[in-house]
């Protein structure tokens, strides 16, 4: 019998709605009938089905229409309904999340399938950002350590005694007696005004995240192809014929990500997973290669070795477009498969077939991630890979590339233009030079500047990184390349436990005079400390609770609205540098072109300056109203090519990936693939960038004959432009009266009219010029990467034969160990190899999302992985205690998780948790109700000593440890 009788306003209600919804599905049909089915289109699609009312409003065709309710329904009035369009705040691969507000309250959000990137889909972190923006285990108001414990105070007072202590600080000690340690998860505008904001402080001791996870990236593809970032899209991965894996498990760590290469892989193309551990990723390979930690210099050789061996290698492409091949075929030469065999532990079968399924499936790509940055050699790692590429061919084609996939929602865009030591914004150094530019471009004195800081010998000084802060505080000041140590230090938007070292790191907290923790979440640092008094925990408003632009791994640079006021008593971080600025008597040097409302600088405005500054990498073209623009027809851009085909952001490519040259007036579409000669540049294409010179040890560096982009007036390698070379070439007089009385003197990089670059690439040129890829970086300590052991290794037969770097007195004002750790056999005591990686629940140092209940349920315990046979050898199964001991001390106690996941002799943990300290919970130590639900041994209290020779990468993939039963 029917439960639906056929009378009544039920059955006629139902019916109503039911004939409404079939009128539109059929009309919405009829639409799409004849059109063909592209990635979006079926997952549209397949979204109606699934869930239709969720996503109903965003389809681009009138399946779904709003049903209106029977007049006889009460109407409850909901208040006020907003779509707010946002980023989500974990890793980078930038997925669009729709936040639906109600009465100014955050209630849900909703599937974004018009962005080209994440197509809708989410992984666990991206589908619980509202719990982040709403969290209940936000730091609510402003608070004071007093008697080792922490009291509510105002902001007021906040500001007070902080800005006191540090202006005694700098009378005393001076400027660079302070550290401040940035955030990649703050927008691009605030990641821009606090550079300029410790600039006007007077210090470079500032830095972020990047440091500890792809500083190695930016300094080997920077110093081989020109320019430090991720040469393709996730998108282009659908063009791939083949995907190298190493170093990189994607499915847990950029999960959405996943998804253009699995569509690659429904294509045909073969994968390639290289990683000690066998992961999520792994699963999906055609090839799984299992590495000994810290030996992918000898197993990239290795590759070569063979390529090189059967003429796979792009003789041509070599040729034309690379710089001393013939110094890597001499170092291969040495890397026979037997002994490459003996070094990473992969036999000569496995390492042949990877190497022949990446020359005869090309276009090949190759995606990398902190298993190879994280090392003593990260940059030598990297460079490795990016000649493997050049070898191959695959550099600026669509397919190939050099692909970086990063962890932090901004960690590309705050290397780009935020807090780095070594750099103002958009990598322009801190030469002389440089400081005059932006002193310009922020309208004050480049003498007021100079006076900020202690000397000009400072000023120009790289200074601390993150990763060694806290030796600034405990080594002796006479081995210190500053005045005087360091006595206050910033954790501004940063986890702790995501550095190692951490005893070494407790011993310097307790050492300061002044130790300030800002962030929505107090993280780990509110309770390791150790200290009685002397803290401050500053609540920041999320990025859901402000506006501005965020730059995914790609390069697209997205708008972010804001979704919710700042809740509690948080402010947002731009307001409180604003705050500071009026204590320490420079904020209308911070925002002289810069609105302030109620304290708050505009972020438009930022965003401004930045356009009228950083041309080096084209931040310039992407004004707020162009990226506004895309952020409203996210819809228009294909998911496979990122460019738009129609509406009002035709011919642009998604987010204006940069280089997006010259003003925004200029109307650039954007670069979504580095160093594609096949392409005009002023339609997206580029060349090699001539950053070293024209010639070296008599070769030249420019490019051959024919290689330069289409439609370039110019047909070969060239330098970069400047004023001189313009007037040489008759391209002068295409400036403009005004361009040329602002062009005069200089460069394309210095120019604040943006002439010289307009003028270049309507020319057909690179502004950058025109050069080969360097495969020997005379510069790098080792020009040509070479193996050397990690600093604490298994092998002590293979550290006599590659040893490590000597010892350095003066490195990032810090003196660094090489030999001298390395020459301590830890082995007999500490018989297992140690690494660490991500979880698909959580991202970073994981405070946030600990915090969250929805992920705190999928993943309630910190573990470390054991091979079943060290298991039993030790006597312990799955969910057991256990302690995991090692060379600086450290004693955590972990539970274990036994699987055939880690290699007999390998160990691995996640790197998300903190919390404990050595076997006891540190949840007292938090502000009341703060600390996260999931807390656990945080692996890095645990991880030894170790840095990159060229940036100070810590080296927190491969170690030694013993695991001990617990009692």
């Not at 551990?277 to 290669?289: E, I, Q």
């Not at 990467?785 to 004002?813: N, Q």
């Not at 943990?909 to 009341?928: A, C």
């Not at 996260?932 to 100070?952: F, H, K, L, Q, S």
Request: with cysteine; glycine share 8%.
């Amino acid at each position: 019998m029917s439960l639906v009788k056929k009378t009544g306003g039920m059955q006629s209600a139902t019916g109503s709605l039911q004939g409404s919804l079939q009128g539109s599905l059929r009309k919405g049909i009829n639409q799409v009938a004849n059109a063909s089915l592209n990635r979006r289109g079926f997952l549209i699609r397949a979204g109606v089905t699934a869930g239709a009312g969720v996503v109903a409003h965003q389809l681009p065709f009138n399946i779904i229409q709003p049903a209106a309710a029977a007049e006889t329904v009460p109407s409850t009035a909901p208040g006020k309904t907003e779509l707010k369009r946002t980023i989500c705040t974990h890793c980078s691969v930038g997925c669009s999340v729709n936040a639906i507000v109600q009465n100014g309250v955050w209630v849900r959000q909703e599937t974004a399938f018009e962005s080209p990137l994440n197509l809708g889909a989410h992984c666990a972190k991206g589908a619980s950002v509202r719990e982040h923006g709403h969290g209940e285990h936000r730091l609510r108001y402003p608070m004071k350590l007093v008697n080792g414990k922490y009291q509510r105070i105002t902001w007021d007072q906040a500001i007070n005694e902080i800005s006191a202590k540090m202006l005694e600080i700098r009378q005393k000690s001076g400027p660079d007696a302070v550290f401040f340690v940035g955030s990649s998860k703050h927008n691009n505008e605030q990641s821009y005004l606090l550079r300029k904001w410790v600039s006007m402080w007077g210090t470079n001791n500032t830095d972020h995240q990047a440091r500890i996870c792809h500083s190695t990236t930016v300094a080997g593809v920077a110093q081989t192809f020109g320019y430090g970032a991720m040469t393709n899209s996730f998108n282009d991965l659908h063009h791939s014929k083949a995907v190298l894996f190493i170093g990189s498990n994607p499915s847990e760590a950029h999960p959405v990500s996943m998804q253009h290469f699995l569509h690659a892989k429904e294509l045909g193309a073969k994968m390639i997973v290289i990683d000690p551990r066998f992961t999520r990723t792994a699963r999906f390979a055609h090839h799984y290669v299992r590495i000994r930690p810290g030996t992918d210099i000898a197993l990239v050789w290795g590759l070569l070795w063979h390529i090189f061996q059967n003429g796979w290698e792009d003789k041509e492409y070599i040729a034309r477009r690379t710089y001393d091949m013939d110094a890597v075929r001499k170092e291969v030469a040495k890397w026979t498969p037997d002994k490459v065999s003996d070094v990473t532990g992969v036999p000569e079968e496995t390492v042949r077939l990877a190497a022949e399924t990446l020359a005869k499936n090309r276009p090949s790509s190759v995606v990398w991630c902190m298993g190879v940055t994280q090392h003593s050699v990260g940059t030598a790692n990297v460079r490795a890979l990016c000649i493997l590429q050049l070898a191959l061919g695959n550099i600026g084609i669509a397919g190939g590339g050099a692909n970086i996939y990063r962890g932090h929602d901004n960690v590309q865009g705050a290397t780009d233009i935020g807090p780095n030591p070594d750099s103002l914004p958009g990598y322009y150094g801190i030469a002389e030079g440089a400081w005059k530019h932006f002193a310009a471009a922020w309208g004050v004195d480049y003498n007021w500047l100079l006076s900020r800081y202690a000397s000009k010998e400072l000023m120009e000084k790289p200074g601390m990184t993150v990763s060694r802060w806290f030796d600034g505080v405990l080594e002796k000041n006479e081995f210190v390349d500053q005045p005087n140590n360091l006595r206050a230090v910033f954790y501004w938007g940063h986890a702790p436990n995501s550095q190692t070292r951490l005893p070494d790191m407790k011993a310097a907290m307790q050492k300061l005079d002044m130790l300030v923790v800002i962030d929505p979440y107090p993280t780990m640092t509110a309770a390791m400390h150790g200290r009685t008094d002397g803290v401050y925990l500053l609540p920041a408003a999320t990025q859901f609770e402000t506006q501005g632009s965020v730059t995914a791994s790609n390069r697209s640079i997205q708008w972010r609205e804001r979704v919710i006021q700042p809740v509690f008593e948080s402010k947002t971080d731009h307001e409180i540098m604003y705050l500071f600025a009026q204590k320490f008597g420079f904020a209308n040097e911070l925002c002289k072109n810069i609105k302030v409302v109620l304290n708050e600088p505009v972020i438009e405005d930022i965003l401004r300056e930045v356009n009228r500054s950083c041309w080096t990498i084209g931040y310039t073209g992407c004004s707020p109203e162009r990226l506004k623009l895309h952020m409203m027809n996210k819809h228009t851009f294909n998911p496979t090519t990122l460019r738009a085909d129609d509406g009002p952001c035709k011919g642009d490519y998604y987010g204006l990936p940069w280089p997006c040259w010259g003003t925004p007036e200029f109307k650039h579409p954007g670069t979504p693939i580095l160093y594609d000669i096949s392409k005009p540049v002023i339609e997206g294409g580029l060349a090699f960038r001539a950053n070293w010179g024209v010639e070296h040890n008599g070769a030249s560096l420019l490019a051959e004959d024919g290689s330069a982009n289409k439609n370039s007036e110019i047909d070969t390698g060239y330098p970069e432009f400047d004023h001189v070379f313009l007037k040489k070439l008759g391209w002068w007089s295409d400036l403009t009266p005004q361009e040329q009385a602002q062009a005069e003197g200089k460069n394309w990089k210095t120019d604040p009219s943006g002439g010289i670059i307009r003028v270049v690439i309507q020319h057909g040129c690179a502004p950058f010029g025109n050069a080969r890829a360097r495969c020997n970086v005379w510069n790098f300590p080792d020009p040509v990467p070479v193996h050397r052991e990690p600093m604490v290794s298994p092998r002590r037969d293979l550290v006599a034969k590659y040893p490590t770097y000597d010892d350095k007195a003066a490195f990032w004002r810090l003196p660094t160990l090489y030999k001298s750790v390395q020459a301590v056999d830890f082995s007999r005591d500490f018989p297992m190899i140690m690494t660490s990686g991500r979880l698909v629940e959580y991202e970073g140092g994981g405070d946030e999302t600990r915090s969250n209940p929805w992920l705190a349920e999928l993943q309630q315990e910190m573990f470390v992985e054991i091979n079943p046979h060290d298991a039993a050898q030790i006597g312990i199964k799955s969910k057991d205690y256990t302690w995991v001991e090692t060379p600086n001390g450290a004693r955590l106690k972990i539970m274990a998780l036994v699987t055939q996941r880690v290699p007999a002799g390998t160990v691995w943990m996640p790197f998300h948790f903190g919390g404990w300290w050595m076997g006891e919970d540190q949840k007292d130590k938090y502000p009341e109700g703060a600390a996260p639900i999931v807390r656990g041994e945080a692996c890095n209290t645990g991880w030894t000593y170790g840095y990159d020779i060229v940036t100070m990468m810590q080296e927190t993939k491969v170690s030694l440890c013993r695991i001990v039963k617990y009692s």
